[in-house]
C-alpha cells in the first residue's frame, strides 16, 4: 500500500509562522498580505486591512522616511534594499527589509525596540566600566593559561604607560613591566598558589614605565579550571594604589617621628621635673610650677600636632606660649614669617614659657604699664631674635642659676646649636637669641 505523502505548506502559513512582520502591497499600495506577526505590530486586524491602502490606514505614513524607502524599493532594480527608521503606525523603531517585484512590493520588518535598548545599556555600562577604570585606576584582564596571552581592557595598558594593544598579547610580554626584584617572586607565589588548589591570588608589586616612572600595582584574579582540574584562564583586575602607598610611608615616617618626640618629649619633662624640685622647696611650690610647664610644652606639641608634625610657624609658637599667660596688649611681635623645625618648636617653647613666666613674677609684665618687645629677622646664616622688656621694675643679674638659665645653656645651646644671651639692663631684661640655618625655613 503506498505511503501518502506529508502535506505541504503553502506560503502563507509559512510567513505566518516567521518572527519577523511581513506584508506585501501591490503598485496602489493596497495591502495583498498580512502575516501575524505584523498584525500583532500595528494591533489591527488584517481582515479589516487587506485590500486597503497604507496611505488610507497609516495617515502619517505619506512623505514620511518610510514612505520614500518604499518609494525607492519600488523603483529600485536592486533585489534588497535594508532600512532602519521608525514606524508611523507605532513609534518604534523597525529594521526594514524590503523587497521590489513586478507586481509591487514585499516587506520584511523587525521592532527594534529592545534590541535598540540592549544595545543602549550595554554602551551605558561599557561607558560606566570605562570611567570607573580610568577614575580608579583599575585594569581588568583575562589569561589564557594555555597559551600564555594575555587579553585586556585599554586602561589595564594605560596603567603601564602604553597605548591599547587589541587582541592576546603574550604574558611574557606584560610581566617584563615588573621591577625586577618583585618579578620573580610573584611569579613563585602565583605558581605555588595555583598548584595548591587556591582559586584566588593576589599580590602587590610594583611596575617600571617606559618613561622610567615606578607604580604599585595591586592584582587579584580568580583561576578557572576544566573538568579535569587543570587551570585553564586566570581573570581579574590591576588596580594602581601608588598613592595609598606613598600614604602608608608617609604614615610610617609620621609614626617614627612621633615616637622619637614621645621619647625626646619624655626626657625633656624629666629635665622639667628634676630642675623644677631643685629650685622649689616644698611640695606645694613644685607642682603649680611644674604644672604651668608642662602646659606651655602641651601648646607646642598641640602646633606640632595641627602641622602634621613637620613644624610650626615662629610668631604662633610665641603667641602659643605668652597669651595663655598674659595680656595681649602688653606684646608687640614683628618678623617675617619663619616656620621652625619640630625640635626647634619644643625647645623655643619651652624657652618662651620661662620669658614669660619670669617677666610675670620679676619683670615689665608684673605691672600694667610694661611691655615685651619681640623681634627677629634673618642674617647671613642664622634667625636672629630679640626678646626686650620695657616699663618694669630695675632688675639686675640673678643670684642662682634658674630653670630659664638651663633652658638656654643645656637645651638651645647644647640641643639646638643656638647662640643665647642674657643682658641685665636697667630699663628690662634683653635676651638674645641666634638659631643657625638648620632649624628654620622661610
Not at 42 to 49: A, K, T, V
Not at 53 to 62: D, H, N, Q, R, T
Not at 317 to 329: G, N
Not at 431 to 442: D, H, I, M, Y
Request: glycine residues 8%.
Amino acid at each position: 500500500m503506498p505511503v501518502p505523502l506529508p502535506e505541504l505548506e503553502t506560503p502563507d502559513l509559512v510567513l505566518d509562522r516567521i518572527d519577523e512582520g511581513f506584508y506585501a502591497i501591490d503598485r496602489d499600495w493596497r495591502f495583498i498580505f498580512i502575516n501575524r506577526q505584523a498584525e500583532a505590530f500595528w494591533g489591527r486586524s488584517r481582515q479589516h486591512m487587506l485590500g486597503r491602502s497604507m496611505l488610507e490606514l497609516f495617515p502619517a505614513f505619506p512623505n514620511s522616511a518610510s514612505h520614500r524607502a518604499h518609494l525607492e524599493a519600488m523603483t529600485s532594480r536592486n533585489a534588497e534594499m535594508r532600512v532602519d527608521t521608525i514606524s508611523t503606525a507605532t513609534g518604534a523603531p523597525v529594521a526594514l527589509r524590503l523587497y521590489p517585484s513586478p507586481g509591487g512590493l514585499s516587506v520584511y520588518f523587525r521592532d527594534t525596540t529592545r534590541p535598540r535598548q540592549l544595545e543602549r545599556e550595554l554602551k551605558d555600562r561599557t561607558e560606566l566600566l570605562d570611567l570607573a577604570e580610568s577614575s580608579a585606576g583599575i585594569g581588568v584582564w583575562i589569561q589564557d593559561l594555555a597559551s600564555a596571552t594575555m587579553t585586556a581592557t585599554p586602561q589595564y595598558f594605560h596603567l603601564l604607560g602604553i597605548d591599547p594593544i587589541e587582541g592576546p598579547v603574550p604574558q611574557d610580554f606584560v610581566r617584563n613591566f615588573r621591577h625586577p626584584e618583585d618579578r620573580e617572586r610573584v611569579r613563585t607565589r602565583f605558581r605555588d598558589a595555583v598548584d595548591a588548589g587556591a582559586e584566588e591570588f593576589e599580590a602587590e608589586y610594583r611596575i617600571v614605565r617606559p618613561n622610567g616612572e615606578e607604580r604599585w600595582i595591586f592584582g587579584r584574579g580568580r583561576v578557572v579550571r576544566n573538568e579535569a582540574g587543570v587551570p585553564v584562564r586566570y581573570s581579574g583586575v590591576d588596580i594602581d594604589i601608588t598613592e595609598r602607598k606613598q600614604q602608608e610611608a608617609h604614615l610610617r615616617v609620621v609614626v617614627d617621628e612621633l615616637l622619637h618626640r614621645t621619647n625626646n618629649l619624655l626626657a625633656v619633662v624629666q629635665v622639667l621635673l628634676q630642675q623644677t624640685a631643685q629650685s622649689s622647696d616644698t611640695l606645694g611650690d613644685l607642682l603649680p610650677k611644674f604644672s604651668a610647664r608642662l602646659r606651655g610644652l602641651g601648646q607646642s606639641a598641640t602646633l606640632l600636632a595641627n602641622g602634621g608634625w613637620l613644624g610650626a610657624d615662629l610668631s604662633e609658637l610665641i603667641k602659643a606660649q605668652l597669651l595663655p599667660l598674659a595680656d595681649e596688649s602688653q606684646f608687640r611681635l614683628d618678623g617675617p614669617q619663619v616656620r621652625l623645625t619640630p625640635k626647634a618648636v619644643q625647645n623655643l617653647g619651652l624657652a618662651f614659657h620661662e620669658l614669660c613666666t619670669n617677666a610675670i613674677k620679676y619683670g615689665a609684665l608684673s605691672n600694667a604699664t610694661g611691655t615685651v618687645d619681640v623681634r627677629w629677622h634673618l642674617a647671613d646664616r642664622s634667625l636672629d631674635i630679640r626678646w626686650k622688656e620695657t616699663g618694669g621694675p630695675s632688675v639686675g643679674p640673678p643670684t642662682r642659676k634658674g630653670f630659664g638659665r638651663v633652658v638656654a645653656d643645656n637645651i638651645l645651646v647644647s640641643g639646638l646649636g643656638a647662640k643665647v644671651e642674657t643682658n641685665f639692663l636697667p630699663d628690662g631684661v634683653e635676651w638674645l637669641l641666634s638659631l643657625p640655618t638648620g632649624e628654620f625655613s622661610v
